[in-house]
């Protein structure tokens, strides 16, 4: 009877170390999410990349040369409407797109600098 397995304190240890895992996951994801060398529109991994502030959301994204371009058109759509020299393709959908990006990408941010978050990118995964 001196030989008796510890199975609380076995499955214990292994709740700890799914919990680590997780944490260590999450940590990476949002790390990855808020790399200032991918452009928040296509991904692309690209130099230079360009922050730029959409002042109706006060929201910041980095974006590479093309998405740029074509971020510097949305506002002139969305100061002009629809100019002669826009591709076909600039239309109220595009431009809503545009937006629910934006609008996504403040969400995020405000969901990324919550106190919760802040938190746990600060903890170590292994509860030490």
Known sequence: MANVIDLGG???????????????????????????????????????????????????????????????????YAAQGFQSHFPAWYNREWFQLWMAFLEYQAAASQYLNSAEVLTALSD?????
Do not use: W
């Open 10 to 76: 076995r499955k214990k240890r292994m709740e700890d170390q799914r919990r680590a895992e997780r944490v260590r996951r999450f940590q990476s994801t949002v790390r990855c999410v808020g790399c200032g060398l991918r452009c928040a529109k296509c991904g692309l991994h690209a130099e230079p990349i360009s922050a730029v502030t959409h002042p109706g959301l006060n929201v910041t994204v980095t974006l590479c040369p093309d998405c740029l371009d074509e971020y510097t058109d949305l506002t002139q």
């Open 124 to 128: 170590s995964p292994d509860g030490d």
